[in-house]
């Protein structure tokens, strides 16, 4: 079965300080991949996607991410954290076969310190 | 601001009870998604309506049931309610149901089964 796992329910970064989030999924076809954000008390908005071509691909307010597929990971930075980057990230996976639906990991917490 | 409107914002009830969730896509869109985000269980996929006809199902109870308008909008209905299904509730919407369609979420509605 398709799935995805982010590594870490909760990350805490230091303001200036690189943002990493991890991903990895499982998948027996080639997938799609998405970056999600959440802010309190909103839906989710999307930060970034990988569909085919270019492996790094790049988003919203600074963020990148860099499908792997050795690795099967689709990792998620940002070099330089700041206040507002504070929120709960969300990585999830589309499959061609399976229409519309998107399969999110687990989530990860993203603290940043002053 | 993603343009997909969802009522009401939050909702309390009591078990045994049936609730209707309603969602408005964006305007154009023609597929509504559902998912539901909980503690325990994260985000998932419940499912997928496409200009008035189901197209996907993900791990939907059969005491759940939704249907998509003529106008477009969707309806989530809950019925014989449990303490379990205290969850917010996203609907997204897309132009397409194909996989290169990005999903927009509205802000969501926040159950609370008594």
């Known amino acids: 079965a398709q799935s995805v796992t982010q590594l870490g329910s909760h990350v805490s970064v230091s303001e200036g300080a690189l943002v990493l989030l991890r991903c990895n999924y499982s998948s027996s076809v080639p997938p799609y991949l998405f970056w999600y954000v959440q802010y309190p008390n909103q839906g989710l908005q999307l930060l970034l996607k990988y569909t085919t071509g270019a492996t790094l691909v790049k988003g919203i307010n600074g963020f990148e991410a860099e499908f792997k597929k050795s690795e099967t990971s689709f990792h998620l930075t940002k070099p330089s954290a700041h206040m507002s980057d504070a929120a709960e990230y969300f990585c999830?996976?589309?499959?061609?076969?399976?229409?519309?639906?998107?399969?999110f990991g687990q989530g990860t917490e993203l603290s940043v310190k002053p | 601001d993603s343009g997909v409107t969802q009522t009401p914002k939050h909702l309390i009830t009591a078990t045994g009870q049936r609730v209707t969730l309603r969602c408005s896509p964006r305007?154009?869109?023609?597929?509504v998604y559902w998912y539901q985000q909980s503690l325990d269980q994260g985000l998932q996929f419940l499912i997928q309506?496409?200009?008035?006809?189901?197209?996907a199902k993900g791990n939907i109870l059969e005491r759940f049931s939704a249907q998509q308008f003529p106008d477009l909008h969707s309806e989530l209905n809950l019925s014989s309610l449990e303490l379990g299904d205290s969850a917010l509730y996203f609907c997204a919407s897309s132009p397409g149901q194909g996989v290169y369609n990005e999903q927009f979420f509205g802000p969501g509605t926040r159950l609370t089964v008594l």
């Open positions: 305007s154009g869109d023609l597929s």
């Open positions: 999830a996976v589309r499959l061609y076969n399976q229409g519309g639906k998107l399969i």
């Open positions: 309506y496409y200009n008035g006809e189901e197209r």
